[in-house]
């Protein structure tokens, strides 16, 4: 192991609703980062956690009708357990209602005060809860960030001297001492920077859900305040490794972090606060809050800046769904459970993949494969990216199925054919006397042998760089290469010749294939850890962790394939996806709000007035009293159109309906046949529910429910709207 370590850091995220595949993107570049560390030697920790202070996480807590730690720990622990279904290998989760987070965050903000740094002001403002911040517009007006409403708020405040760190910030960021990626975002946090810096408001008085104010500073002030959500929640990344505790062993080993990985909105939080608090910290900055604090020299910034600031922070785009950002406030995200769920048991043999922890998680180690793959091959780093079920399919066939895992399948069981399993040795000669075919073969071998190393040094700096994309456009051509030369040398052909150099090449190429496989097996396993572990196996080189360990993966060098080394157990390890699976995943996305995973007991919601069966109505999830808009919004009613209305025989209740949605029609069973003819309901436009999970009854698959009125078992009426109504069109 070398004497270089390695910390890497995803943003702690807010606990006011489940993980989707957003959050999963940034910890899944993470979890590749500290996995390719971890490779190179380096000692590497990786941390994520979840953010569970301030108003929203109150107010959403409160809509669910539960306490807000109650509230958290729910929705904490659903961010634990996904990222372990996906065998994330985080070293720490913090979570900023834990004691030790909170301790430390007291111990900085009573550092900040007490070097002056942090004062008394009466504040007001107009204040974003969404974005948990203080905004520059008018009364009454919307936030120009995220567009919502903003609040009106007039409070005795702690102020942080965010202004003295204007020059400071420009200079460090400007000598690339804190590195900020991709360029945009580093010329947008300039630009902010040189627009001037006001000075922050860091303590809430309005409500109770945050980490108190320490003493002395609690007790100059009139009112209790909690601690500014944003200082609480930058804070984790030095909270989580021992900051301001008895043990901060861990901070001096990994502190300053390596890179600091976050979404592009969240950028100038972390290169303009952040960095200042950590500025701030320095004791020669020490002065009466009273006086204005002292200038220092650049130098002194830039020694500080070397011990105590991110060395670099990187931000990522932004996944988009049906166009526009996936988030939880807008209803349109994909949770990557149903991404697990589907393509899980397409998994072969998930036991190889999880021996310790059986079958079940072995499917899941699979589809995190694929989802790890599809997100770093198709987002060009730094770039917004549309995310469909349908891509995620068409990737994973063309790359996963056709093309690695189906190399890895056809070279070893030709080895297994023709060698019993033992890997052939090679007679590499460039000569092939008169027949143009060998001596085509026999170049594309030797020109595979001879580039072993320059694709080495050619693509590893992909990596480096965050261009993931192009790192695995680049594996997917060595890919293909090694097809080619595979289809060009045809071993199946030469398998049935006895000429003696046939013989020959018939064990070069496949010699040649199993090289390109375990280069491509290398290059991919901080991306895919899973079936690479799978194909190093079948190759008969053992563990590919063990071999990751020992540094084995950094450099690979020809020599170290063994002739007669013999394969491990075969099997497939992508087998193609039907394209069925996109509009499973696409049923599978029914809404879950956030307290439908709250155990305490609610009020249960009045029966939903549907009109499917009872059975139907039964598997409603209970609902707290009240909801959010945020979850109405996650609901979609849309106005169809009964295009097909017969009876389904021997269900005397049931009607099977055919529905026009204007872009798409659906087969909608419903419980309505004792108060309607089909005849009467044919043409009728009707508002259904389009995003609910399918059910099956009777054999027939239900796609959305109809919306009708009814009494305690009488007649549903069913809801209709006004002939103009678009087909297609959504009630909100
Ligand atoms: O902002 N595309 O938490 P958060 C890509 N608690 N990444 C996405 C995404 C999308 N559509 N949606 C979310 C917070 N993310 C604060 C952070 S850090 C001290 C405090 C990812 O739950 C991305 O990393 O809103 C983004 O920055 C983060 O989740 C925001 O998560």
Redo the contacts with the bound molecule.
């Keep these: 192991m070398s004497d270089r370590t390695f910390y890497v850091t995803?943003?702690?995220?807010?606990v006011n609703a489940r993980p989707?595949i957003?959050?999963a993107?940034?910890t899944i570049v993470a979890d590749v980062l500290a996995r390719r560390h971890r490779l190179l030697g380096e000692k590497t920790y990786f941390l994520t956690g979840t953010?569970e202070h301030g108003q929203k996480i109150e107010r959403s807590a409160a809509a669910a009708g539960v306490a807000p730690q109650t509230f958290a720990d729910q929705v904490s622990r659903s961010f634990e357990d996904l990222w372990r279904r996906m065998g994330i290998t985080h070293n720490d989760f913090i979570r900023t209602t834990s004691s030790r987070h909170k301790e430390a965050v007291q111990h900085l903000f009573a550092t900040l005060y007490e070097r002056g740094f942090i004062e008394l002001r009466t504040y007001t403002g107009q204040y974003c809860v969404s974005d948990e911040a203080f905004v520059e517009v008018g009364p009454g007006e919307s936030c120009p960030e995220c567009g919502r409403i903003t609040e009106t708020l007039s409070e005795e405040n702690f102020f942080f001297k965010l202004s003295a760190f204007q020059r400071p910030l420009i200079d460090l960021i400007e000598s690339g001492q804190l590195a900020i990626t991709p360029e945009t975002r580093r010329n947008e946090v300039l630009s902010f920077l040189k627009g001037g810096l006001k000075d922050l408001s860091i303590s809430r008085s309005s409500f109770s859900w945050g980490i108190p104010v320490p003493e002395p500073a609690a007790s100059a002030a009139a009112q209790k305040h909690v601690i500014y959500v944003?200082m609480d929640?930058?804070a984790?990344?030095i909270t989580a490794l021992g900051y301001g505790s008895s043990d901060d062993s861990l901070f001096r080993t990994f502190w300053p972090a390596n890179v600091q990985?976050?979404?592009k909105?969240?950028i100038r939080?972390?290169c303009i606060y952040w960095p200042a608090f950590l500025l701030a910290l320095n004791p020669r900055l020490q002065h009466k809050s009273s006086e204005e604090p002292p200038v220092l020299p650049a130098e002194e910034h830039s020694a500080w800046a070397r011990e105590w600031l991110p060395k670099a922070v990187t931000a990522?785009?932004?996944?988009?769904f049906e166009e526009s950002?996936?988030?939880k406030s807008r209803g349109n995200i994909v949770r990557t459970e149903t991404i697990l769920d589907a393509f899980g048991p397409l998994c072969p043999q998930p036991e190889m993949e999880s021996a310790a922890l059986g079958a079940q998680h072995g499917h899941d180690l699979f589809a995190s494969d694929v989802l790890r793959y599809f997100l770093l091959r198709e987002i060009p780093f730094g770039q917004d990216g549309s995310f469909s079920f349908d891509a995620l399919i068409t990737r994973y066939n063309a790359d996963l199925a056709n093309g690695y895992g189906n190399l890895v399948s056809r070279t070893l069981a030709m080895i297994a054919q023709y060698f019993e399993g033992s890997i052939p040795s090679p007679s590499l000669e460039r000569n092939g006397g008169q027949d143009p075919a060998r001596t085509e073969r026999r170049a594309m071998a030797e020109a595979i042998r001879d580039d072993f190393q320059a694709i080495q040094e050619r693509v590893h700096p992909l990596f480096g760089r965050y261009a993931f994309h192009e790192y695995l456009l680049e594996v997917m051509r060595l890919i293909s290469r090694i097809d080619n030369f595979l289809s060009a040398s045809a071993p199946w052909k030469l398998a049935k010749s006895s000429d003696e150099e046939d013989r020959k090449d018939l064990a070069t190429s496949l010699f040649v294939s199993a090289q390109g496989i375990r280069l491509a097996t290398a290059f991919l396993h901080p991306v895919l850890p899973f079936a690479t572990a799978r194909a190093w196996a079948q190759l008969g080189l053992g563990s590919i962790e063990d071999a990751a360990a020992q540094g084995e993966l950094k450099l690979l060098h020809w020599a170290d394939l063994k002739p007669g080394t013999q394969l491990g157990v075969l099997g497939a390890i992508f087998p193609r996806a039907n394209k069925g699976l996109a509009q499973k995943m696409t049923d599978m996305e029914s809404p879950i709000a956030p307290a439908s995973i709250v155990s305490t007991p609610v009020e249960p919601a009045p029966a939903p007035v549907a009109a499917n069966t009872a059975e139907q109505a039964a598997a409603q999830p209970t609902a707290p009293s009240s909801i959010s808009i945020d979850d109405f919004a996650k609901i979609e009613m849309r106005v169809a159109q009964i295009a097909v209305a017969e009876r389904i025989p021997k269900a005397d209740k049931l009607l099977r309906l055919v529905v026009d949605l204007g872009n798409e029609r659906r087969q909608i069973l419903s419980g309505i046949a004792e108060w309607y003819t089909p005849e009467e309901l044919i043409g009728r436009r009707i508002i259904v529910i389009t995003n609910l999970a399918p059910r099956k009854m009777r054999g027939l698959e239900s796609y959305g429910m109809l919306l009708a009125a009814s009494q305690d078992g009488g007649k549903p009426y069913l809801a209709t709207v006004p002939d103009e109504a678009p087909i297609g069109s959504r009630l909100k």
């Design positions: 995803t943003p702690i995220y807010y989707h957003g959050h993107y940034t953010d944003w929640a930058l984790n990344y990985l976050v979404g909105e969240i939080f972390h990522h785009g932004w996944l988009l950002k996936m988030s």
